[in-house]
C-alpha cells in the first residue's frame, strides 16, 4: 500500500480522493458517522496518500519514471487478442480460468492446481494476509521493502517485525532468521527487493529454508523474476520444490510482459492446502475477461518478452555505468529499475525533476533519506533524465560548492 514510507507510490501533483469531494450533491462532507471502522483500518494512512500518480494523471510532456511500469506497449499479438474478444465483455470473466494457468504451469513446471491468479500480486499479498495473519501475529518484513505487505498484516492486526538490508539493497536472510520466533506467521522477501534491486542467493535461500519453523509461511515476491533471471540470479522454485518448508512465490505480468494496465499477477504454492486457503478469500472474478485473453497472448509471444528484458537490462546497465562516472552510487540492480545515493536528502532532488516534468520515487524509510528509486525507460527517456539530473546537480554545485 503507498504510505509515506512507499516507495513505490510517492505522491506527486495527484487530486486528492476524500469524502469531502467524492460526496453526493445533497450531503454534508463535514457530517461524520456514528459507525467507526476498526481500529487496524482507521490507524492506516488516509486513502488520498495512497494513490499515486499515474499516466493518465499526466500529459504526453510528464516522463513517469517511478512506478516501475514496462516503457514499451505489449506485445502486438497482446493488442490484436483484446481487439477481437473486446465484444465478449457482457459477460462475467471465468473464475480462475483453467486455461491461463495452464498455460503459466507449463511456462513454470508446477501444477496447476497450485497456481493462484490474482489482481495483481498486491490483490495476492493481500488474501495471504486474509488467509493466515490473526491479530496479534508476528509477522517478520524487511525494510525498505514493498509497503503492501506491510498495509496487509496491519489491517489483519499482525504485528509487524521489521528487519533490514544489507549494504548492497538485498535482504538480509540471517537477520530474518534472528528475527524469526516460534509465533511468526508470515516472512515477506522480495527478490529483487523493490526499491533496492537486489536478490538473494541459492545459499541464503538455503540457510532460510535450514532454519525457519515449518509453521512459518514463507512469501517470496518475484515482481521482476524475468529481469532477475536474465541477469544471472538464480531460480528459486526448483530448491523450493523440494523443500518440506511452506511457501509461496508470487510473480507478474505486470513488468516485464508490459501489462501493468491489466492487473495480472500469480502465485506458485507449494502445497494445494495452501493454494486452495488463498484462493477462498479472493473475490470470485478478479480476473478480468480481457485480462485473461491478453496474459495468454503475451505468455505465448517469448519473442516479445526476451526483446524487452534484453533492452531494459541494457538501459539499466548504461544509465549505472553513466551514474557512477559521475560519482554517484548506485545499488546494484537485476529489476528494472536502480537505486541511487545522492549521499544528501532527495526529496529537493525529486521536486526539482518535478518541476522538469520527471517523476521518480523516494525511498523513505529511515537511512534511505538520501535515495531516489528511477524506472528504467526507452533510452531517448533515460538521455532525458539524465541530463536534467546532471543540470540539477551542476546548478546545485554552483550554488553550494563543497
Not at 465484444?87 to 473464475?95: D, L, Q
Amino acid at each position: 500500500m503507498p504510505d509515506s514510507s512507499d516507495p513505490d507510490h510517492d505522491l506527486l501533483n495527484l487530486a486528492s480522493f476524500s469524502p469531502a469531494n467524492s460526496s453526493p450533491a445533497n450531503s454534508d462532507p463535514a457530517k461524520t458517522s456514528p459507525i467507526a471502522a476498526r481500529d487496524a483500518v482507521l490507524n492506516l494512512p488516509a486513502s488520498k496518500f495512497r494513490y499515486p500518480t499515474t499516466a493518465w494523471d499526466m500529459d504526453t510532456d510528464v516522463l513517469p519514471m517511478h512506478l516501475n511500469e514496462g516503457p514499451w506497449p505489449p506485445s502486438s499479438k497482446v493488442v490484436e487478442s483484446i481487439r477481437r474478444h473486446a465484444a465478449e465483455i457482457f459477460r462475467y470473466p471465468i473464475p480462475q480460468p483453467l486455461d491461463l494457468r495452464t498455460a503459466l504451469a507449463d511456462r513454470c513446471r508446477v501444477a496447476a492446481s497450485l497456481i493462484v491468479l490474482g489482481n495483481g500480486s498486491d490483490e495476492l499479498v493481500q488474501a495471504i494476509a486474509l488467509a493466515y495473519v490473526s491479530p496479534g501475529d508476528p509477522v517478520v518484513i524487511p525494510a525498505p521493502s514493498f509497503a503492501k505487505y506491510r498495509q496487509a498484516c496491519s489491517i489483519m492486526g499482525g504485528r509487524i517485525v521489521q528487519t533490514g538490508l544489507l549494504d548492497d539493497g538485498r535482504v538480509d536472510v540471517r537477520a530474518i532468521c534472528d528475527a524469526c520466533t516460534a509465533d511468526t506467521r508470515l516472512v515477506f522477501i522480495a527478490t529483487p527487493n523493490n526499491p533496492t534491486g537486489g536478490s538473494i542467493s541459492l545459499n541464503d535461500l538455503e540457510y532460510l529454508l535450514e532454519r525457519v519453523s515449518p509453521n512459518v509461511l514463507l512469501v517470496f515476491d518475484e515482481a521482476y523474476h524475468e529481469f532477475a533471471v536474465a541477469a544471472g540470479s538464480p531460480d528459486l522454485l526448483p530448491t523450493l520444490a523440494q523443500s518440506s518448508t511452506n511457501w509461496v512465490i508470487l510473480r507478474s505480468l505486470s513488468k516485464a510482459y508490459c501489462l501493468a494496465g491489466l492487473r495480472i499477477g500469480y502465485l506458485l504454492s507449494g502445497n494445494a492446502e495452501i493454494a486452495e486457503a488463498v484462493a477462498r478469500v479472493q473475490p470470485v472474478f478478479n480476473i478480468s475477461h480481457l485480462g485473461r485473453i491478453a496474459a495468454l497472448s503475451a505468455l505465448a509471444d517469448q519473442t516479445h518478452l526476451n526483446n524487452t528484458v534484453r533492452m531494459i537490462s541494457e538501459e539499466r546497465e548504461r544509465l549505472r555505468k553513466i551514474l557512477t562516472q559521475r560519482g554517484l552510487s548506485v545499488l546494484p540492480s537485476l529489476a528494472n529499475f536502480l537505486a541511487i545515493d545522492f549521499g544528501r536528502p532527495a526529496r529537493p532532488l525529486q521536486k526539482s525533476l518535478q518541476d522538469r516534468r520527471i517523476l521518480t520515487a523516494l525511498i523513505q524509510d529511515s537511512g534511505y533519506e538520501s535515495f531516489l528509486r528511477v524506472t528504467i525507460g526507452r533510452p531517448g527517456d533515460n538521455d532525458r533524465f539524465l541530463e536534467a539530473l546532471f543540470e540539477i546537480l551542476d546548478r546545485d554545485m554552483a550554488l553550494h560548492p563543497t
